[in-house]
């Protein structure tokens, strides 16, 4: 049973370039939410799809958006990069059903670095 | 979201158990107390979870206090991979999944 996988893996990027990592969940999982994580500190939430539109989202810019997709994968956008954006980006899904607290599992994130 | 705190860093002798605390002095009665970890950089690992009775799995224990306002994450013989940043997050069950994460307790086991 695959997990979560998170393509690509490490991305380089220049200031004012635009970006798009993508996410696959787990199987049975059709729940996708995306955290930013900065250099020593905790995962910050970013946004949630679910049945193809976000659901909620955090204190993030209109520069950050994202897609999910009919088969349940996501991507996540971001346009006019700022050299603050620098961090990994994780993607963590779950499921809308079962009554367990819907515990989110997360992939192996994306190492962004902008120049 | 309740918030939660945690001490910045603990050590812990390998073999030993390792006792992580974790306050949630606000936490209502729908939210449910969760632990993840995370090993340098990696995706955050998913522990345990409880709403308020103490729960156990192959990898922890999580014991709730009665009032619900601190829990303790127990690694029961703490081997030099339990090495990581341990994270307390409590989560509204019914709004949607978003997890507030803090800084976390660094734990780092002993040899």
């Known amino acids: 049973d695959a997990g979560v996988t998170q393509s690509p893996t490490h991305l380089i990027k220049t200031r004012g370039q635009q970006v798009t990592l993508r996410c696959s969940p787990k199987?049975?999982?059709?729940?996708v939410s995306w955290y930013q994580q900065a250099l020593g500190q905790g995962p910050q939430f970013i946004f949630q799809y679910y049945e193809e539109e976000e659901r909620q989202r955090g204190n993030f810019p209109d520069r950050f958006s994202g897609h999910q997709f009919p088969n349940y994968s996501s991507e996540l956008n971001v346009n006019a990069l700022l050299l603050g954006d620098s961090a990994l980006y994780l993607c963590?899904?779950?499921?809308?059903?079962?009554?367990?607290?819907?515990?989110?599992?997360f992939g192996p994130g994306t190492r962004l670095l902008v120049l | 979201d309740a918030k939660t705190t945690q001490p910045p860093s603990m050590d812990c002798a390998e073999g030993r158990a390792a006792n992580l605390p974790c306050n949630h002095s606000?936490?209502?009665?729908?939210?449910?107390v969760y632990w993840y970890r995370q090993i340098h950089s990696q995706g955050p690992q998913y522990i345990i979870h409880?709403?308020?009775n103490n729960e156990t799995n192959e990898m922890a224990s999580l014991i709730i206090t009665e009032d619900r306002k601190s829990s303790t994450l127990i690694l029961p013989h703490a081997t030099l991979r339990d090495t990581a940043v341990y994270y307390c997050i409590v989560r509204l069950s019914l709004t949607g999944n978003q997890f507030y994460f803090g800084t976390g307790t660094s734990l780092t086991v002993i040899p």
């Open positions: 606000t936490i209502s009665g729908n939210e449910y």
């Open positions: 409880g709403l308020k």
């Open positions: 963590a899904s779950s499921s809308k059903q079962g009554v367990s607290g819907k515990t989110q599992y």
């Open positions: 199987s049975g999982h059709d729940t």
